[in-house]
Every structure is written in structure tokens, then in C-alpha cells.
């Protein structure tokens, strides 16, 4: 079955420093994968997505990602972090459905904290 | 151009009541998903509409079901509510379902079951 971990909980950061929040998915395929942001109480906002062609994908607000299909990974970078990053970042994996289309599988979520 | 629409944002009910809650997407998005959002579970999807038909669906019981409208908007229902089924629901609108096409969400409608 097709899964996406996050393996960080929670991440604290200083305000100014780098950032990476990790993803691993698990398909027979190269899926379409996607990195969302949600505030407390809030819907959920893409920050970026990956279908095919350059591995390396710039996203709102200044964050980055890089598919790596040997290590199923699509990891999320911001070169440095703000105050207002502080939120929960979900990756997600779209996966074909057998009726068409396809859904979101989304990982556990990462809660980012910034420090001042 | 206007985001995802939902609607109501907050809801309290009763257990043993029923509730419909509404999605208006995207204009020109023909595709809508919905998404159950918990502490516990996570993001769960319930199912996708496309063209008012149900292509697909989560694993969640008969209780939970939807429909779509001929101009998109697509409303899901809960019967016989449970404690359990309190949860943030989100929709997500896509311009059509096949392939990776990305999804935006709307704020979500917060369910409350006392």
C-alpha cells in the first residue's frame, strides 16, 4: 500500500536559521507529490508540487524541494526561516485511483516552531 | 479569482443528529474532494466528485456520503453523528481529476459532536 512518512514531529528552529523537513514515500511508481502548509485552524495551503521534469521545485514563500527517486524522498528546505513559517507542513503523495483520478495520501504532518 | 468555499466554518451537533455541510470550488474546477482532518487519524479522504458522479471513496462507513452539483458545488452529509466524527472536514477543488493536477483546499468547515 502506498504510505508517506514524515519522521520529524516536531522541528525547532531559530528565526534566520536553515531549515529541511523530510519526506519518504513508499510507491511503484513516481507519484505526484506535494508539500502543504496549514495554520492553527486554517485549510490547507500549497507551498509547492512536483509532477515531472526538474528534480529541484521552488515553491511560495521561499521554500524549496528535491525529489530524489532513489531515496523516495522529497524533502522541503527554506535557505531561512521567518517568525510567520511557524505552522504545520504536510507532504503529500497523489496516487492513481482505480475509478480515475486520484487522492492525496498525506503524511503525519511536521509542527514547525520558530524561535526569536 | 475566488478560493474554496466552505461552509458553515463551525458546527456543534448532537449525537444521533445528522449534518450537511458545502463546498463551492474554484470556478472552472469540475473535481471535488473532501478530507477528514483529526489528531488522531490525520488527513483521511473521504471521496472525489467529478461531472456529479462519486469516482471514488475512502474507507469510512455508509454513514458519510456526498453529492455534486451540475455547477460543481458538491455537499457532504454525516447521519447518526458520533462523538468520533468530530473533525475538521476540507474540501478540495481541482481543475479535473486525471493525473496531477494540484488541489486547493478551502478552510475547512470545524464539526463538533457533543
Known amino acids: 500500500a502506498q504510505s508517506v512518512t514524515q519522521p520529524d514531529i516536531h522541528i525547532t528552529v531559530s528565526e534566520g536559521a536553515s531549515l529541511e523537513l523530510r519526506c519518504n514515500y513508499s510507491?511503484?511508481?513516481?507519484?505526484?507529490l506535494f508539500w502543504y502548509v496549514q495554520s492553527p485552524g486554517q485549510g490547507l495551503q500549497l507551498l509547492l508540487k512536483y509532477f515531472s521534469g526538474d528534480t529541484l521545485v521552488q515553491g511560495i514563500k521561499g521554500f524549496e524541494a528535491e525529489f530524489k527517486r532513489s531515496q523516495s524522498s522529497f524533502n522541503l528546505r527554506k535557505p531561512s526561516v521567518h517568525w510567520s513559517d511557524a505552522a504545520e507542513y504536510f507532504c503529500?503523495?497523489?496516487?492513481?485511483?482505480?475509478?480515475?483520478?486520484?487522492?492525496?495520501?498525506f503524511g503525519t504532518g511536521t509542527q514547525l516552531k520558530v524561535e526569536l | 479569482k475566488a478560493g474554496v468555499t466552505q461552509t458553515p466554518r463551525y458546527l456543534i451537533k448532537t449525537r444521533g443528529q445528522q449534518v450537511t455541510l458545502s463546498c463551492s470550488p474554484i470556478?472552472?474546477?469540475?473535481?471535488v474532494s473532501w478530507y477528514q482532518q483529526t489528531p488522531g487519524q490525520g488527513l483521511q479522504f473521504l471521496f472525489e466528485y467529478f461531472s456529479e458522479t462519486q469516482r471514488n471513496k475512502g474507507n469510512f462507513p455508509g454513514r458519510f456520503s456526498g453529492r455534486q452539483f451540475s455547477n460543481s458545488r458538491s455537499e457532504m452529509n454525516v447521519s447518526t453523528l458520533e462523538l468520533g466524527d468530530s473533525a475538521l472536514y476540507l474540501c478540495?477543488?481541482?481543475?479535473?481529476?486525471?493525473?496531477?493536477?494540484?488541489?486547493?483546499f478551502g478552510q475547512g468547515t470545524r464539526l463538533t459532536v457533543v
Open positions: 470556478s472552472g474546477h469540475r473535481s
Open positions: 503529500a503523495v497523489g496516487f492513481p485511483l482505480t475509478g480515475g483520478g486520484n487522492k492525496l495520501t
Open positions: 510507491y511503484g511508481a513516481t507519484p505526484y
Open positions: 478540495a477543488s481541482s481543475l479535473v481529476p486525471q493525473g496531477g493536477t494540484e488541489a486547493f
